[in-house]
């Protein structure tokens, strides 16, 4: 085997900032060794992040990072790279950490890695140093070529394959329930990912349509290929942030970009573009004023996927049994007293007073005249108490997810349009379509339109009922603009264990 070190340029750069909550970086990057004959080469990173946990207990679950990489050449664009996948041995390597790759294209190259803890731990920092395998020779680069290369890292949890119930057998407007002719409230048992007919026949998955403006078109079928909550998947820990989004539009054409970004601050959003330059003078924020295209974009170029209705409502409530108009921390109860904020628009941005200790916290409209914003991502998990806080304090989900109730809106694929209906869980392959500079995965939600889209959790500046888990009022409202509380977050299908 020929081995050398590749000619490369490496340009580093830390797309994620460092926060209470999280943290996560890397924090070298750097080039081993190069295989001529197999047209490979390792990338080797440090990578760091804050309250890590992997139990065994409870949900049974642990978090992650998403590791992906894009190369430039000298007069070429941001591309994706392609690293090794090998059903026996896929050649990345870790001494603390557990790699998990997919075959994306069905060619033996993954568009990016999940990293976690080999062992049981319990919110701890983490530092891994990894080897990645590049098939630099599947991106059709040459042996000697110069090119720059960026990583990046997003915070991730895996939810479990199980089955759940949808609906909490409530009252919320919208919300799902078996069909048995006489009442809405009992809860549908998802318990594969085997197809689901919708309609108003004995024992059907349907949905109530009182008080929903957008109200669905309550039929259809969802094919097994339909991405249900069963299956195991990784969601985003956290809602898309300024500097997360910042970054993509970095790496695309600048024209493009330009059409991503909102022209003027509002609210808490300020993405500035500067000659060849993007950035936020709120990194640590998420992402306001959030057209679906912007969303979709986002995903296909970092390699995930939208999550579905179905998929948040497993994130949210995972196997417990339900509770009628539960919010995502299982329970009714809600801190409705308005917060203080301490070293707003900082990293280390906090609540100074008013946070309960004895019911969910979130961020929401909760009065007339109030002046709400935005939160910084994991601004409810940073509260110093001096021992460790609950589920139901920091406002997470039953697998620890972050923000599905409150802050910024949810968007996912809804099952009321036949353009949600036909989706099928296709991940992002890191590359937009180079004429529009837009996503172009098969059988995503409309660009133009964003029929097939809808929106789940509330925010802050709308009111109390829409935190709950099951409230559908908007989950067919295909927002194609920009609205200032609609933002989003990622998931993506777990690889085979």
Known sequence: MSKSYYKIIILFFIVSFSTKANNISIN??????????????????????????????????????????KYKTKDGEWSHVKLNYDANDHGHLSDNAKIDVSNDD???NAHGAFVYSKNNINQKSVSYDISFLWNYGENNLADDQFCSLRGFAFEM???????????????????FYKYNGSNTTDTYLVSSENEITIGNQMNQLYYDTTNVNYQGDQEGTLSADFPKGYKAFYCMKYEITQAQFAAFLSTINFDDASNLIRKKEKGRNLIVRTDSVVYSDKPYVPIQFLSWQGLAAFLDWSALRPITELEYEKACRGTATPVANEYVWGNTSLNEDDYTTENKNTKSESISGNYSMTTGNANFKKRNGGNYTPYRTGKFSSYYTGSSLTRIQVGATFYGIMEMSGNVSEKVVTIGHSKGRVFSGIHGDGHLCTKEGLADVENWPCNDTALGSGV?????????????????KLASRNYYQEYRQLGGRGCRTAPVQ
């Open 28 to 69: 070298s990057l750097e080039f081993g060794d190069k295989d001529i004959d197999n047209k490979t080469i390792e990338i080797n990173i440090n990578i760091t992040w804050d309250n890590s946990w992997k139990i065994n207990s409870g949900p049974g679950n642990w978090d992650a990072a998403w590791v992906f990489f």
């Open 106 to 108: 069905l060619s033996g």
């Open 157 to 175: 949890v895996y939810v479990p394959e199980g089955s759940y119930h949808l609906g909490s057998g409530g009252t919320e407007p919208g919300h």
């Open 456 to 472: 789940r959790g509330g925010s802050y500046n709308r009111n109390k009922n829409l935190l709950q888990i099951s409230n559908r």
